[in-house]
Structures are given as C-alpha cells and as structure tokens.
C-alpha cells in the first residue's frame, strides 16, 4: 500500500510530474520531428538520384515507373514509392536544389521540418523559391496546418506581410499546434516508420466518442453514457 502524501508532498509531486510530462512531450515531439526530417531528406536525395540519372545518363521518364515498382516490391509496408510520389521527389530537388543544379545536398531548414503534404503544397502552389521559403517558415513558425497553409498562400500573405527577412526561430512548432498535431498523423511519415492505420486507433476512438457524449447529452434527460469499451453481458455470454 502506498504511504498518502503530506500537503507539502503533494505539491512536490505534482511539480515533478509536470515536468516529467513536459520532457515526454517534448521527447516525443523531437522524435517525430527527427523523423519527418529523416523522411523529407531522403525524399530530397532519390530526387536528385533521378535528376542526376536523367542528366548525366540520359535516362528518360520511363525509369521513374521502374524504378516505383522496384521500391514497392523492396518495402511493401511503404506507401510513398507510388510513381506520382517520385515524381514529386523529383520535383522536391528541382525545387530546393540549388536552383535546380546537380550536386546541392541540404534542405532548406525550414522546409527540412515540415511535412510532405505541406511540401506537396508548396510545389503545386508556388512558383519561386523565395515564395515557398517564405511560406515554409510561417508555417513551421505558427504551426499551420497544410489546409491554414493553403488558405494563407491563397490570400497572397506575402503580399500583405512583405517579404522583408524575419529572425526564423529555429524552434518546433508548439505541441498544441495544428502542424505538430498533424505531423503525428501524417500517413508518409507512418509508412516511412512502418506503422500504419492501427497505431492511431486510440485517437480515432477518442474522436468518435467525443461525438457520441456531445449527440447524447443534446438529446436531453432518458439517455445514459455508461463508459467507454464496456463489457455487455447477453444472455450470460460477454462478447470478446
């Protein structure tokens, strides 16, 4: 049996275990990011594997067909290797390598952390480098989602805010924020780390019985919420 705690332990506690709530969501939040790096980087470099083919060999487009369906057979629990996706690598490099140039190997910093949907973005929206820089840090900034983001760049905020260079904080978005929310469910992400739909099955519950509590209690008096995951007993039989 545990030993109760004092007044003056309870306030000790509960100051210890915010700061070890604080440091698990931050460990969590440097791990998603890392790997959202890890994936964007490694986006950036088969573009320029492609780019770099087609260059110096000659390759035409064909190869970007082959070479999908030879990704796809070496990791089938990936999704990312379709030959829309490649092409899209392909044109992640032509976006950020060095004005397009073979050789350059570093994202900018801001693009490095944002996810391939908000990157995707970026490419089919904008069409200057400054343009997408420009959005790509407001976004990591602000923690925008990719659809903030779109409505942001549709509005032209550029236009309104200048393009005057801000002191980017070289932070991660806040851990309540719409970005870093959706980088934890970002589908690219969950199959470069071979997860998949099951690992958020928590927050889909979550989500669905949110519902439910707010349908029954607008239905009034006569309804009752026993719980959630609840074992019914029929006929003396419990469902497993």
């Known amino acids: 049996m545990s030993t109760p705690l004092l007044p003056a332990d309870a306030t000790s506690y509960a100051e210890l275990l915010d700061s070890l709530k604080r440091r698990v969501h931050d460990a969590r939040r440097r791990a998603i990011a890392a790997a959202n790096q890890e994936l964007m980087t490694l986006y950036f470099e088969i573009g320029q594997s492609i780019v770099a083919r087609q260059t110096e060999d000659g390759w035409g487009s064909g190869v970007i067909d082959r070479l999908a369906g030879d990704l796809q057979a070496a990791f089938p629990d990936m999704e990312g290797f379709s030959p829309r996706n490649l092409r899209r690598m392909r044109a992640f490099y032509l976006a950020w390598g060095d004005a397009g140039q073979v050789g ?83 589908p690219y992400l969950f199959d470069f780390l071979t997860l998949h739909a099951s690992a958020n099955e928590r927050d889909i519950e979550r989500a669905l019985m949110q519902h439910i509590e707010r349908f029954l209690l607008e239905l009034g008096a006569g309804f009752a919420f026993i719980g959630r995951q609840v074992a019914v007993d029929i006929g003396g039989e419990v469902p497993g």
Do not use: C
Not at 123 to 138: D, I, Q, V
Not at 145 to 164: K, N, T, Y
């Open 104 to 186: 350059e190997e570093n994202l900018p910093q801001a693009v490095a952390k944002l996810p391939w949907g908000h990157n995707t973005l970026l490419m089919e929206k904008l069409r200057t480098r400054p343009h997408r820089l420009f959005y790509a840090e407001r976004a990591l900034q602000h923690g925008w989602s990719r659809a903030i983001l779109g409505l942001q760049i549709a509005g032209q905020l550029h236009r309104r805010e200048g393009m005057a260079v801000t002191n980017f904080p070289a932070l991660l978005p806040p851990p309540d924020s719409d970005l870093a929310l959706q980088a934890t469910r970002d």
